[in-house]
T-cell receptor
Framework: AQSVSQHNHHVILSEAASLELGCNYS??????LFWYVQYPGQHLQLLLK??????LVKGIKGFEAEFIKSKFSFNLRKPSVQWSDTAEYFC???????????FGAGTRLAVHP | ETGVTQSPTHLIKTRGQQVTLRCSSQ?????VSWYQQALGQGPQFIFQ???????GRGNFPPRFSGLQFPNYSSELNVNALELDDSALYLC????????????????FGPGTRLTVT
């Protein structure tokens, strides 16, 4: 069965620190990859997505992710985090003929001033 | 905000009861998906509706059922509620053609928090 693994359940950083959140998926075919963010009390929002082409994808709010097909990975990065990045981050994979997203368990990020 | 709305915001039911959750999709979106997000977990796909028909289903029993209406709004019905059904239920809508044809982003609503006691 297809699955998505997020390596870190909780991450605590100070402002201006660099961020990298790991995501691995298990599926050998063509995939579409996503990172969603859920700020406290808000709905899930799309940060970035990869469908094809350049494996380095840039999203909103300074986030980027790199698709490494050989490693089945799609890690999220940000060079310098802010307190406002405190949220839960979800990696997701879409495969197959309909819009089913398979989500990881999420990583809860806390950024301290 | 995404334009996807859900009602009610919170709901408390007892075991064995039935519940109906509602979702209004973003204007122009013809596909609605439902997800269940248990505490501490990522959302899990329940099913998807396109043009009023279910056309994709996750690993959920038949007591989870749904409807989509001509205006593309949708309902999720859960019969014979169990304690494990306590979760945040998310609705997501998508624009474009038939599901799977393209690279369509899903827009999520704020969810309905269901508590089963």
């Amino acid at each position: 069965a297809q699955s998505v693994s997020q390596h870190n359940h909780h991450v605590i950083l100070s402002e201006a620190a660099s961020l990298e959140l790991g995501c691995n998926y298990s599926y050998g075919g063509t995939v579409n990859l996503f990172w969603y963010v859920q700020y406290p009390g808000q709905h899930l929002q799309l940060l970035l997505k990869y469908f094809s082409g350049d494996p380095l994808v840039k999203g909103i709010k300074g986030f980027e992710a790199e698709f490494i097909k050989s490693k089945f990975s799609f890690n999220l990065r940000k060079p310098s985090v802010q307190w406002s990045d405190t949220a839960e981050y979800f990696c997701a994979v879409k495969s197959g003929g309909y819009n089913k997203l398979i989500f990881g368990a999420g990583t809860r990020l806390a950024v301290h001033p | 905000e995404t334009g996807v709305t859900q009602s009610p915001t919170h709901l408390i039911k007892t075991r064995g009861q039935q519940v109906t959750l509602r979702c209004s999709s973003q204007s122009g979106h013809n596909t609605v998906s439902w997800y269940q997000q248990a505490l501490g977990q990522g959302p899990q796909f329940i099913f998807q509706y396109y043009r009023e028909e279910e056309n994709g289903r996750g690993n959920f029993p038949p007591r989870f059922s749904g409807l989509q209406f001509p205006n593309y709004s949708s309902e999720l019905n859960v019969n014979a509620l169990e304690l494990d059904d306590s979760a945040l239920y998310l609705c997501a809508s998508t624009s474009g053609g038939s599901p799977g044809q393209g690279m369509y982003e899903q827009y999520f609503g704020p969810g309905t928090r269901l508590t089963v006691t």
